[in-house]
Structures are given as C-alpha cells and as structure tokens.
DNA sequence: AGAAAAATACTTGTATACATATATACAGTA
DNA sequence: TACTGTATATATGTATACAAGTATTTTTCT
C-alpha cells in the first residue's frame, strides 16, 4: 500500500508478516486468531499485534465476528468473480487515462515490457511478473492514486485465490495477445476503445479462472 | 462501512465521532492530531483512540506523516477528480451487472425512485436524497459486494468536498435526465450501453462540480 | 443418566505506566 | 547576530495490568 509507514516498528513488521501468512494460506481461510497466542508467536506484544489486526481487517484480509473473535476469511468463488470485476473496472479506467496522458517516451516504455512480455511467454512466473509490469506502467501513466490503490487491495485479495487459478499455456499466450491489443489501443489514442480492451481483457481472465477452479474437483477452502 | 462492529465499543464511537468531525469539516484539513489531547476530547483513553486514528489512515480520512504525526488530509482539485472518475468505473460497472440480474421486481423498484426523483427536482437536499437511493438500489441489484464496499469509501471521501461542489438547479435536471436514460438502460437488457450511460453521468458530474469549484474564488483548502 | 446451574478458564477491550524518539527553547560560542 | 549543541518538554510506540464478557467444564439436582 501507498500508506505504509517506512518506519520499522512492531506494528508494521507485525502488520507485513501477517498480511504474508495471510496471502499465502499459511494461515488457513476459517482458521480464528487469539491474540495472546499471535502476539508472542510474532515476538510482539498484544498492543501492536492488535494495530496490525485491525489494520487487516480495514482491508478485508481479516475479517471481524459480530460475536467478536477475529479470523481468517473463508475462501469463496462469488467472491473471486468479484474481485476481477472490480480489477476490470480499475484497470479499464486506468488504461483510458493512460491513453488520455500518456507521451512518447510512456508508449515506447510500454513497447519495451510488451518485448519482454513475449520472450518469457512460457514460463508462467516470469509471464506473470511482466505482466503485472505492464499494468504497472499503465497505472502510472494513468495518475489516478484512488484508482491504483484499490487495484492494489483487490490484487492482494487474489493472491489468496493464486493456487486454484492456475494459469496454462494456452491461456498465457491469449493474455500476451491482449496485452499487444491494450498497448496499441493506449498508444493509438483511443480513450474508449483502450478502455473497452482493457475491461475485456480483465474479464476473459476472469473466466479463465473460473473455468481453472470448477475444474478443480470440489474447488474451494 | 459494511464491516463496521455493531458493538457499542469505546474505539468504535471514537471512528465514529471523529469520521464525522473530518467528513464535516469540523477538524481543518491540515489540521494535526495529537492522541492525548483527543483522547480526553472525546472521553476515551489512548488505546481505543489510537484504533480509531489507525482505522481512519487506512480509509484514508487522516494522513500519516513519514515524520510521525498523523494529520486531516488537505483538500485537492486532483484528488476530486480522482474520486469522480472512480465512482464512474464502480457505478458503471454496477449497472452492467444490474442490467445482468435485474428481476422484474427490480424493475419497478427503479421506476418507483425515478418518479419520487422527479417529484423533488427543485430541492438539492431531497433531490440528492433520491439520487443516492437509486445508486443504492442499483449496487443492492448488481451484487457485487467489493464494488459496493470501494464505491462507499468513495464516496465518504467526497464528502469533505460537498460545500464546494454545490449543485445548481440546472444540474439537478440534466441529472434527472440522466438518471431516466440510466434506469431505461438497465431495464432494457443492454449492459454495455447502462454501463457507458452510468460512466458518463457521473463524468458529467465530475465535470459539474469542477466547474463550480474553480467558480468559487481560490477554491480548495 | 440427563439437564440445569455454577464456577472456572480464557479472550477481548481499556487504561495506564514506561521507554524512546522528536521537537522546542535556551544558552554558549564564533 | 547567527549558529550549534544541550537540555527540557511533549508525543508516539509498546508492554502490562485490570475489567468485563463469553464459552466451557464441572457440579448438583431431578
């Protein structure tokens, strides 16, 4: 996040290591946190573990009882078709403004990612990174700060859903496809056309996804 | 919020109290917290103030400074724009999906709050009343609870702007309009076309109200 | 034995005390 | 006078102690 505060105290180190276990399913969707228990656990005590606590759940990676225990949220399929809707939406706004303000040497960085975008098209880590560059460049360009942190909230959300959406081959190569698309749109300068594209291209990877989890047996949590 | 605690807990009614003294203005943009001072301010100790000011950075309604210090952020005609184009990306992205899964029933809902929307067109209080409850009850249709969740962020934010965005009556009949065409869209069946029609109302709303800002003297701050 | 009631253990919420860092004011020196 | 170094005061970060509420287990009564 943007906000995160530079300074090494026990709350942030407390806050990142969290948020780790959190993304990474180390602690498991369901699973309830105590306190006490976390706080030594982290080698802090109750007082700043409890910041980064709350902290989590102002961004939806914990989630607080109305009974009044604190846990990991549950996994879900409605949510993840959420959560790329939402990405569509922001990376559509972004890609319009980026077409809207972006100058030569912002196209040719572009150019640049999309090259290495297609050297790495089989390796599904490297595809990924490059891919998010690119997006990364896009958001940039566009300059729209309420935009790109909600992109970056609803990216970590997914991370939590990485395993089950395993990206193929096949899949990797329609992406470095739309990418070329996306690309030539914000560079062509066509705000609306860049947008739709962009939209477009979040939501088939949506579908993607979709298809990859249902096709993994009895699915989620 | 969606995930704010029913309880009745000390940290709580300081979220509340101070959410409202920043969002009306009471406490100045600029203006710096200092935790001891507030906290007998508002009758609660350190700790459950603490949770509120840490709450509050996180939605971005108080600003941490790399210094240390924690601060109501200063209004900004960027950031307004900001906002406008990304509720535009949300409530369009929620009339598709209520264009998608509007049931009849639905339908009629939307009819109904049009027609009390019309009836209440000279008065801008009541008026915007009306407005907010059509947007509700299109994001209600659309179900999707992340678009919902970042659209009211959104808007909290906004309305620390309210007092220099004021409608005129001239707005709040295109805005009228507006809505009828939008209601028409997502009745009709066509998501692409209630998704571009919710855009760009509320992007002529953007444009409104920095209008009517930089009509306003100095403007911000 | 089964159900209700009481007691116990544990968790969360809050206050407060202490340590560290930061800013302010003052004094001494060039 | 301007500047640096020191001392003081104040704010933030953290730990801990205590209060209040909740769940669980044990005990008691039918």
């Known amino acids: ?41 982290l080698g802090v005590s109750r007082t700043p573990l409890r910041e980064a606590v709350r902290r989590l759940i102002s961004e939806n990676l ?22 790329y809707e939402v ?10 403004n980026a077409c809207l303000k972006a100058t030569a040497a912002d196209i040719e960085a572009l150019h640049g990612i999309l090259a290495r975008n297609a050297a790495v098209v089989e390796f599904a880590d490297d595809a990924m990174q490059q891919g998010m560059a690119l997006h990364a460049k896009i958001a940039g360009t566009a300059g729209n700060s309420w935009a790109r942190r909600f992109h970056d909230q609803v990216s970590s959300q997914m991370e939590r859903y990485r395993h089950f959406t395993n990206s193929t081959q096949e899949r990797r190569d329609q992406a470095l496809s739309q990418h070329r698309t996306l690309v030539e749109a914000v560079a062509g300068g066509n705000p609306e056309k860049a947008a739709k594209i962009a939209f477009d291209h979040v939501m088939a990877a949506r579908d993607a996804a979709l298809r990859a989890m249902s096709g993994n047996g009895p699915g989620i949590s």
Chains 1, 2 share one sequence.
Do not use: C, F, W
């Not at 300074?7 to 990142?16: D, F, I, P």
């Not at 990474?24 to 706080?39: D, H, N, V, W």
């Open 62 to 83: 914990l989630e607080q009882q109305p009974t009044g225990g604190v846990l990991v949220p549950v996994l879900d399929e409605n949510v993840i078709s959420e959560l």
């Open 87 to 96: 990405r569509a939406a922001m990376e559509s706004l972004m890609a319009r």
């Open 1 to 41: 996040m943007p906000d995160t505060p530079a300074r090494n105290t026990g709350a942030h180190v407390a806050y990142v290591e969290l948020k780790r276990q959190i993304l990474t399913l180390q602690l498991k969707p369901g699973e309830r946190i105590y306190e006490p228990a976390m706080a030594t656990a």
